[in-house]
């Protein structure tokens, strides 16, 4: 009987379920609102706190690595410069080495030249004392032989050393000056 009194209540008024009560509507709309400040108040501030610290790591992290690309980029252009200025003073180190090696063979062959000029004058020095010494030999022996044959000739003695050696010395100065006439003649 209780379901029959509520259904005939129910039919006496005619509800539209679509359409929402007003109480329904007031209380709906107070919650919101008091959602709305709950949210205003409390939820979005720390959105925006969390969004803005966000936006600051990220703007700070685009800052470092601009700063970083930056600093990467100077210090490429110092390791370039110094790497031209080793390059540079490389090929100043190889050019004055070559000079360096110029010079050390440039005073090698003078020291050489040298040396050899000094053999050179050292022999014809020896070559001079050896043929003063075989003119000596040979006058000796000259002086022997022609002592031997003008005594033969002459029939007298010519072993006194000081006629000796007059005689020799006579008989090669004659000697030396019909061959300097001979050869001037020739």
């Known amino acids: 009987m209780l379901n029959s009194v509520l259904f005939l209540a129910a039919e006496g008024e005619t509800h ?8 329904e509507l007031i209380l709906g709309f107070v919650a919101f609102l008091i959602l709305l400040f709950v949210l205003k108040k409390f939820v979005v501030p720390r959105f925006e706190k969390a969004y803005e610290e966000r936006a600051q790591k990220i703007e700070g992290g685009i800052e470092r690595a601009e700063k970083a690309q930056a600093e990467a980029e100077a210090a490429l252009t ?23 090696a110029e010079q050390i063979k440039a ?12 053999i050179v004058t050292q022999g014809q020095a020896q070559l001079q004392a050896q043929k003063a010494q075989i003119v000596t030999e040979l006058r000796a022996e000259l002086g022997r032989n022609a002592v031997e ?15 000796r ?4 010395d006579r008989f090669l100065a004659e000697l030396e000056t019909s061959g300097a006439t001979n050869g001037a003649g020739k």
Do not use: F, H
């Open 78 to 100: 110092e390791y370039k410069a110094q790497l031209a200025d080793a390059r540079s003073e490389a090929a100043k180190i190889r050019d004055d080495a070559r000079l360096e």
């Open 165 to 168: 050696r007059g005689t020799v």
């Open 16 to 23: 539209n379920p679509i359409i929402p009560d007003i109480s």
């Open 107 to 118: 005073e090698l062959r003078a020291n050489a030249e040298a040396e050899a000029q000094r």
């Open 149 to 163: 044959l003008a005594g033969r000739i002459v029939g007298e003695s010519l072993e006194d050393e000081a006629r």
